[in-house]
């Protein structure tokens, strides 16, 4: 898809740009140029690509999942002023 230079001043007046004449004819090549690299790369055939997360094929290293913290809720409930099945209840302050 080639563009004019008639096509690049009503995109840059659509998107509030200056463009002068004299540079509209080289930012017209290069755009033309930029949808023709699009077009290439898409029609290449990656049916057969998996995809990937990240373009790197490395590992995160991970700690290992272990408990750190033992549970207090029910010694921490004792100190609330008031608890009900391990919740705690509060003033209703929206009507």
């Known amino acids: ?7 690049v001043e009503k995109i840059a007046q659509l998107a509030r740009l200056h463009i002068s004449v004299a540079d509209a004819d080289e930012v ?7 949808l023709a690299l699009i077009d290439q790369m898409q029609s290449v055939d990656t049916d057969a690509v998996e995809p990937m997360a990240h ?15 033992t549970d207090h809720r029910d010694e921490l409930q004792t100190l609330a002023p008031e ?8 003033p209703k302050v929206i009507e």
């Open 1 to 7: 898809m080639a563009l004019d230079k008639s096509e």
């Open 28 to 34: 017209a090549n290069r755009i033309t140029d930029i």
């Open 83 to 90: 608890a009900q099945d391990g919740l705690y209840l509060v």
């Open 55 to 69: 373009p790197l094929d490395v590992v995160q290293r991970l700690r290992a999942d272990e408990v750190t913290e």
